[in-house]
């Protein structure tokens, strides 16, 4: 199974629809979003192309292509209007011999994020809008940054998974 990974959108349709190219062309199986779909929160500042309703236009038709986990600023609301589960905290991705844990990151404990994880599991978070892609610990913490609103001058990214090998990807 090959993964096409993104988190932090937070209604900007401009990106989903790169987002929605990208993935298409990738020829990956599932996209998966790790939370933050429609809303910015009340920390960020509004993405330039803040369009929720377009959004939902832009990935319900993909709904039986999509995993996602509930971010901070996902709302059961948001879960009425989406036609793919985002209810869940946390779920497993399997791809070749790799298992990923993928989550939205927010409750995550800063001083070991991955004590959840088992050996050879990859922790894939976003919430942080930062990509990176480093080990600590022995375990490989990747996360693909927000195209909308990225921060600490990351480039909007995504993460690709093929075969179990997983690569942080600039758009």
């Not at 199974?1 to 629809?17: L, N």
Request: with cysteine; net charge negative; aromatic share 8%.
């Amino acid at each position: 199974m090959d993964y096409f990974v993104v988190s932090d959108i937070h209604g900007d349709a401009y990106w989903a629809k790169r987002i929605v190219d990208a993935y298409q062309e990738s020829g990956a199986d599932k996209l998966v979003i790790l939370g933050d779909i429609l809303y910015h929160g009340p920390r960020n500042d509004l993405p330039e192309h803040y369009a929720p309703k377009e959004v939902i236009a832009l990935l319900n038709p993909l709904a039986s292509s999509i995993l996602a986990v509930r971010g901070n600023c996902d709302a059961e609301v948001d879960q009425m209007v989406l036609d793919f589960p985002i209810t869940d905290d946390h779920i497993y991705l399997r791809s070749g011999d790799s298992v990923f844990y993928a989550t939205h990151g927010h409750r995550l404990d800063p001083a070991d994020p991955a004590k959840e994880l088992k050996d050879n599991e990859i922790l894939l978070f976003g919430h942080t809008h930062v990509a990176m892609d480093t080990v600590v610990n022995n375990i490989r913490l990747m996360n693909p940054g927000s195209p909308s609103i990225p921060k600490e001058n990351t480039k909007p990214s995504y993460i690709m998974i093929r075969e179990g090998k997983a690569r942080l990807i600039a758009f």
